[in-house]
């Protein structure tokens, strides 16, 4: 078997390129590409397409709540790339990294991290993503002043005009996050009108190498940093359900407490039970994780 071209290169390409298609798709039958990718691996190996595919299994470890296999997967990755000499090795390091950290609780500690990693040569120009992961990563750690700033050199004169590139959901749900924990109203809006066409999405970077869940999670956190917590209640819940679709655990847990959070704004008959529910299945899912356990948000 070698395809139409007879080539069996191609065949791999082909296979691997369905593969990320519909992992960045949300497709139930992701993974069962991947398994398909992964046999025809076993035959013979392809730089290439090897590393894509164990960059997908990363992602899907951090889905499982495998922090530490995910971070000892990335780590392996990422040395893999560099001894190829690809160009992306660095980049989707970081990538899987924050989001290793971000499911942990922990992204304030890549504060360093990332200010170096937003000069490094190997990004592509139109990856803003790295201003993005910064400014959470500061508005985490209590740091107003670096995330206000980082949110606007990513913001630039209107959020419209960031490219459209591979790294383009992550980076506005990164802003998402930053000007729900800056209170900053006026963005929160802006990113909620850019962000609600993808809805259905679930937020992936570059290749699908690293999963922040479902978009209606930052759709959520808009409505609730603008004030429009029946709006964040109706995201939120449509959120963990897509989170448990995608089987992101960690995701589930940080939309279930988010709802919770819009659910207790709201105040409405039956929204305090509703949130005490979210809360403790949250946490019961939060301890399946290995690795840190994730903490409160």
């Given at each position: 078997m070698s395809g139409r071209s007879g080539r069996r290169t191609d065949l791999v390409m082909g296979v691997l390129w369905d593969t990320v298609d519909l992992f960045l798709a949300g497709d139930p039958h992701a993974e069962r590409r991947l398994g398909e990718l992964?046999?025809?691996?076993?035959?013979?190996?392809?730089?290439?397409?090897?590393?894509?595919?164990?960059?997908?299994?990363?992602?899907l470890a951090i889905r499982a709540g495998r922090f530490r296999d995910a971070e000892a997967g990335a780590q392996a990755c990422a040395e893999v790339g560099q001894a190829a000499g690809d160009f992306d090795a660095l980049g989707w390091y970081g990538a899987q990294l924050v989001a290793i950290r971000w499911f942990q609780g922990r992204l304030g500690e890549l504060v360093p991290v990332l200010d170096g990693l937003m000069h490094s040569p190997t990004l592509s120009p139109i990856d803003n993503s790295y201003y993005a992961a910064l400014a959470v990563a500061a508005a985490s750690a209590g740091d107003r002043r670096t995330a206000a700033g980082a949110l606007a050199r990513l913001c630039g004169e209107d959020l419209g005009a960031l490219p459209r590139s591979s790294t383009w959901l992550t980076s506005l749900c990164g802003a998402a996050e930053t000007a729900y924990l800056l209170d900053d109203r006026a963005t929160a809006?802006?990113?909620?009108?850019?962000?609600?066409?993808?809805?259905?999405?679930?937020?992936?970077?570059?290749?699908?190498?690293?999963?922040?869940?479902?978009?209606?999670?930052?759709?959520?956190?808009?409505?609730?940093?603008?004030?429009?917590?029946?709006?964040?209640?109706?995201?939120?819940?449509?959120?963990?359900?897509?989170?448990?679709?995608l089987a992101h655990w960690p995701a589930v847990v940080f939309s279930r407490r988010r709802h919770a959070e819009a659910l207790l704004r709201r105040g409405g008959p039956g929204d305090p039970a509703a949130a005490d529910r979210e809360l403790a299945a949250a946490d019961e899912e939060a301890r399946t994780f290995t690795g840190p356990a994730v903490t409160g948000r």
């Open positions: 992964d046999d025809l691996l076993a035959e013979r190996k392809h730089l290439a397409a090897g590393f894509v595919a164990d960059a997908l299994k990363v992602m809006a802006r990113i909620h009108e850019l962000l609600a066409p993808f809805a259905q999405l679930p937020a992936m970077a570059s290749l699908g190498i690293a999963c922040f869940g479902s978009v209606h999670h930052p759709l959520g956190t808009t409505a609730l940093t603008a004030g429009d917590p029946d709006r964040a209640v109706t995201h939120l819940r449509a959120a963990v359900r897509h989170n448990l679709a």
